[in-house]
Nanobody, 122 residues
Framework: QVQLVESGGGLVQAGGSLRLSCTAS????????MGWFRQAPGKEREFVAAVSYIGSIYADFVKGRFTISRDNTKNTLYLEMHSLKPEDTAVYYC?????????????????RGQGTQVTVSA
């Protein structure tokens, strides 16, 4: 059974940093596209970043502040978040595809984690 488990969320002040991790089990994703999404209260889930063998892609609102990376030896995906803002407060979800090409739509990912809460105080 494939599982994606996020960790690293928490409460941080505006301007602070966090690193989220997503550890996969049940299969390896070294050649698959993986991504991060987030959902704030009362809002729809939105794309944050994704990575594949081609490279990475980011939503405009996180460019220059967030960095997505992966450690294939640990089957783990990361999201480094800096200069956090209160509007970054959301549940952050990890997702993975069976395909090597990244996509920006949640529905196009085959595996999804349960999420980790990130709260940024003003």
């Amino acid at each position: 059974q494939v599982q994606l488990v996020e960790s690293g969320g928490g409460l941080v002040q505006a301007g602070g940093s966090l690193r989220l991790s997503c550890t996969a089990s049940g299969r390896t994703f070294s050649t698959s596209a993986m991504g991060w999404f987030r959902q704030a209260p009362g809002k729809e889930r939105e794309f944050v970043a994704a990575v594949s063998y081609i490279g990475s892609i980011y939503a405009d609102f996180v460019k220059g502040r967030f960095t997505i990376s992966r450690d294939n030896t640990k089957n783990t995906l990361y999201l480094e978040m800096h200069s956090l803002k209160p509007e970054d407060t959301a549940v952050y979800y990890c997702a993975a595809r069976d395909e090597p090409y990244y996509r920006m739509a949640w529905q196009q990912y085959d595996y999804r984690g349960q999420g980790t809460q990130v709260t940024v105080s003003a």
